[in-house]
């Protein structure tokens, strides 16, 4: 009976302490707060289509993001140039900076709202988006997320 006694008395101490010892590590706020999001897209402009992707990019890449920042969603977006690529590498890199992540709810509204502005549909806008296939090969992107620092 003792030794239960001893048993049930250790834990309520060793218990105690970890509660003690979180309580000050949770009352702590944290040192950043999530900001906004980044997606890059990596681009490998085939030979000889520079020229015409970058027009495609001064256009209609253009005129979306620009709808997309008066909408809100957008905050920036770039167009960056890998120098010196190597094997492998893009040639451009893509960068839109999100406010924050969008539900499919909103996704679906900010898209109507896109198609209506650029006077295309979705199914349009992926014919588009093949065609330019003979002008870059898309290698990938990541998604991001800053951590602004307190």
């Known amino acids: 009976m003792k030794m239960i006694t001893r048993l049930a008395a250790g834990a309520a101490l060793a218990m ?5 010892a979180a309580a000050p590590a949770m009352a702590q706020e944290s040192s950043y707060k999530p900001g906004s999001v980044f997606e890059l897209s990596y681009i490998e402009v085939l030979p000889g289509q520079f020229e015409n992707y970058m027009d495609y990019l001064s256009d209609r890449w253009k ?3 620009e709808f997309l ?5 957008v905050l920036s977006y770039r167009v960056l140039a890998i120098n010196n690529a ?11 900076e999100y406010k924050d992540y969008t539900t499919n709810a909103q996704k ?3 898209g109507k709202k896109l198609n209506e502005y650029m ?3 979705d199914r349009s806008s992926e014919t588009a988006s093949a065609a330019r296939g003979k002008m870059r090969e898309q290698k990938g992107s990541i998604e991001l997320q800053e951590l602004v620092l307190k």
Do not use: C, F, Y
Not at 69 to 73: N, P, S
Not at 86 to 96: K, N, Q, S, W
């Open 86 to 96: 190597r094997d492998g590498e893009p040639t451009l890199v893509l960068l839109i």
């Open 69 to 73: 920042k008066k909408e809100g969603v």
């Open 63 to 65: 005129k979306s993001n």
């Open 16 to 20: 105690a302490m970890t509660m003690g």
């Open 119 to 121: 006077t295309q549909t």
């Open 108 to 110: 679906d509204a900010i």
